[in-house]
T-cell receptor
């Protein structure tokens, strides 16, 4: 049984560009959450998707948007990238307990 | 003030030592509590849930003090493989299942 998968594993972008990160949840999980983890910090909640709708949102600007597809996979989009967006982006899927994927490490130069 | 606060460490301990971490949370409506472990450049993994009555899993013991709003994790007989960052996590009563993480406490177990 595959766990949570994310792609790509690493990504380098320049300021002002846009990026799309992808997540496939663990089999049977219908809820996907996204977190941002800056170096040396704990993960911070970005938003959560359930039944293809954003159910909850953390304290992140509108530059961060997402989508959930009918197969429960999800995308995180970030527009107008800033240097401060450099971080590990974690996806977690859940029915009850949240299981994390390996993350996508984004570097903005 | 951060919602969940931890001493970042690092805690440097010899193998076989007992080490304890504390975590404080500010939201009195917090209802669920967890410890996650995160290895360097890896994803967080659930170590254990924390119950009001306290709970133990092998060498690990977690306790919750609701009155003082803190959570603790005790690791007995430390192993080299326990070296990691330990993240304290809470879920508020009105937050669905949004996890709020502390900044983590780094543990380094030395031979």
């Amino acid at each position: 049984d595959a766990g949570v998968t994310q792609s790509p594993t690493h990504l380098i972008k320049t300021r002002g560009q846009q990026v799309t990160l992808r997540c496939s949840p663990k089999s049977g999980h219908d809820t996907v959450s996204w977190y941002q983890q800056a170096l040396g910090q704990g993960p911070q909640f970005i938003f959560q998707y359930y039944e293809e709708e954003e159910r909850q949102r953390g304290n992140f600007p509108d530059r961060f948007s997402g989508h959930q597809f009918p197969n429960y996979s999800s995308e995180l989009n970030v527009n107008a990238l800033l240097l401060g967006d450099s971080a590990l982006y974690l996806c977690a899927s859940s029915l009850r307990e949240q299981y994390f994927g390996p993350g996508t490490r984004l570097t903005v130069t | 003030r951060k919602e969940v606060e931890q001493d970042p460490g690092p805690f440097n301990v010899p193998e076989g030592a007992t080490v304890a971490f504390n975590c404080t949370y500010s939201n009195s409506a917090s209802q669920s509590f967890f410890w996650y472990r995160q290895d360097c450049r890896k994803e967080p993994k659930l170590l254990m849930s924390v119950y009001s009555s306290g709970n133990e899993d092998g060498r690990f013991t977690a306790q919750l003090n609701r009155a003082s709003q803190y959570i603790s994790l005790l690791i007995r007989d430390s192993k080299l493989s326990d070296s990691a960052t330990y993240l304290c996590v809470v879920i508020a009563n009105n937050a669905g299942n949004m996890l709020t993480f502390g900044g983590g406490t780094r543990l380094m177990v030395k031979p």
